[in-house]
Nanobody
Framework: QLQLVESGGGLVQPGGSLRLSCAASGFTLEYYAVGWFRQAPGKEREGVSCITSTDGSTYYADSVKGRFTISRDNAKNTVSLQVNSLKFEDTAVYYC?????????????????????WGQGTMVNVSS
């Protein structure tokens, strides 16, 4: 059974940092394109950052460029999202998703409705 589990969310003050982790079980994440997505209350789920399975190319939404960094740890079968300089508007449930195939990073982040393997999410609450 393919499973993704997110962790690392929490309550953080504006300007703070967190490291979110997406751990896979039942499959090797290295061979999948992986993305981080978020959904704020009352809003649609959106792509935040994605990474390919081929050359490691990355994509970042404009709202997080320069503040978030996606990376793989193949030995641990995880993909992490380092989130820095957090803002109130970053408050959301953060999900990871994975898809096999030669997806470009941007396509994975944009066409999230086609993705089938999702984690349960981890909450990031930016509050003073």
């Amino acid at each position: 059974q393919l499973q993704l589990v997110e962790s690392g969310g929490g309550l953080v003050q504006p300007g703070g940092s967190l490291r979110l982790s997406c751990a896979a079980s039942g499959f090797t994440l290295e061979y999948y394109a992986v993305g981080w997505f978020r959904q704020a209350p009352g809003k649609e789920r959106e792509g935040v950052s994605c990474i390919t399975s081929t050359d490691g190319s990355t994509y970042y939404a404009d709202s997080v460029k320069g503040r978030f960094t996606i990376s793989r740890d193949n030995a641990k079968n995880t993909v992490s999202l380092q989130v820095n300089s957090l803002k109130f508007e970053d408050t959301a449930v953060y999900y990871c998703a994975a898809e096999r195939g030669p997806w470009s990073a941007q396509a994975l982040c944009v066409h999230l409705r086609y993705l089938e393997v999702w984690g349960q999410g981890t909450m990031v609450n930016v509050s003073s």
